[in-house]
């Protein structure tokens, strides 16, 4: 894609400010269904963003949307105040937008080890100069100790839950400004939840910003700082993430099942 030569650093990204994913009027499609409907969110620099709502409520599509994975997709969409409106994945990854799926992907038939090093990307810095966090196996293993504990494992070989962080620490082997993940507690132990909540915290401590689709409230509540609520792909609620928190009347019309 033109203009995305020099992906490792953003010190000449024009328009750079405290909004680093912006999507504006964002809809998609699978095939004929129209899925999303003119969807508007932002995630600034060192925040959580929440993107809630039940089953089919476009959460996925939306992170899939916004890193490419939709065949069909219109809107604007700035990532370091850049248009990666109609930038391929592999593009926008280089850039600093990480993703991580809901259905993990990870390579099976190679070690924990090895799987990180596909995801490996060069050092980056912020728009000031500063260098962004930086991450190698070593840093991953301690924040992720079940990894560190088998890093010659085949992928194949772990838990889901494993399989779960495994996908995480592979995203952060590029080096992320702001992370995509999708649905991080489906599926998994109470005791990895309970990791998975740590480790998103630790990561905005780090200065990596985080846009999280999920079901789980209580999970939602400890990482968050904002949401946005989907349903039937639009979002009908957006506020702190302390506010939705009392707001009975939006949980129930939106969230409850």
């Given at each position: 894609?033109?203009?995305?030569?020099?992906?490792?650093?953003?010190?000449?990204?024009?328009?750079?400010?405290?909004?680093?994913?912006?999507?504006?009027?964002?809809?998609?499609?699978?095939?004929?269904?129209?899925?999303?409907?003119?969807?508007?969110?932002?995630?600034?620099?060192?925040?959580?963003?929440?993107?809630?709502?039940?089953?089919?409520?476009?959460?996925?599509?939306?992170?899939k949307a916004l890193?490419?994975?939709?065949?069909?997709?219109?809107?604007?969409i700035s990532f370091?105040?850049?248009?990666?409106?109609?930038?391929?994945?592999?593009?926008?990854?280089?850039?600093?937008?990480?993703?991580?799926?809901?259905?993990?992907?990870?390579?099976?038939?190679?070690?924990?080890?090895?799987?990180?090093?596909?995801?490996?990307?060069?050092?980056?810095?912020?728009?000031?100069?500063?260098?962004?966090?930086?991450?190698?196996?070593?840093?991953?293993?301690?924040?992720?100790?079940?990894?560190?504990?088998?890093?010659?494992?085949?992928?194949?070989?772990?838990?889901?839950?494993?399989?779960?962080?495994?996908?995480?620490?592979?995203?952060?082997?590029?080096?992320?400004?702001?992370?995509?993940?999708?649905?991080?507690?489906?599926?998994?132990?109470?005791?990895?939840?309970?990791?998975?909540?740590?480790?998103?915290?630790?990561?905005?401590?780090?200065?990596?910003?985080?846009?999280?689709?999920?079901?789980?409230?209580?999970?939602?509540?400890?990482?968050?700082?904002?949401?946005?609520?989907?349903?039937?792909?639009?979002?009908?609620?957006?506020?702190?993430?302390?506010?939705?928190?009392?707001?009975?009347?939006?949980?129930?019309?939106?969230?409850?099942?």
């Open positions: 894609m033109n203009g995305m030569n020099d992906v490792s650093d953003v010190n000449d990204a024009s328009g750079v400010s405290d909004t680093l994913l912006d999507a504006k009027a964002l809809n998609a499609w699978y095939g004929a269904a129209h899925i999303l409907f003119d969807v508007d969110l932002q995630v600034k620099r060192g925040e959580v963003v929440a993107l809630m709502g039940r089953n089919g409520a476009g959460k996925s599509t939306t992170l890193i490419g994975l939709v065949a069909k997709r219109t809107g604007a370091l105040g850049r248009d990666v409106s109609k930038a391929e994945p592999h593009d926008v990854a280089r850039l600093g937008l990480g993703y991580v799926p809901e259905d993990r992907r990870i390579f099976a038939d190679l070690t924990v080890l090895e799987n990180l090093e596909v995801g490996r990307q060069p050092p980056r810095h912020w728009a000031d100069g500063r260098a962004a966090p930086v991450w190698t196996p070593d840093k991953l293993f301690k924040l992720f100790p079940n990894l560190g504990e088998m890093p010659q494992r085949l992928g194949g070989r772990t838990s889901g839950g494993e399989q779960q962080m495994l996908t995480v620490a592979r995203s952060l082997m590029g080096n992320p400004f702001v992370v995509l993940l999708d649905e991080p507690t489906e599926g998994v132990a109470p005791l990895i939840v309970e990791q998975m909540a740590q480790m998103i915290l630790e990561l905005k401590a780090q200065g990596v910003s985080i846009l999280l689709s999920e079901q789980n409230m209580h999970f939602a509540e400890l990482v968050s700082d904002r949401a946005y609520v989907l349903e039937k792909g639009q979002i009908r609620h957006q506020s702190s993430m302390a506010e939705l928190s009392v707001n009975e009347a939006v949980r129930r019309a939106y969230l409850s099942v």
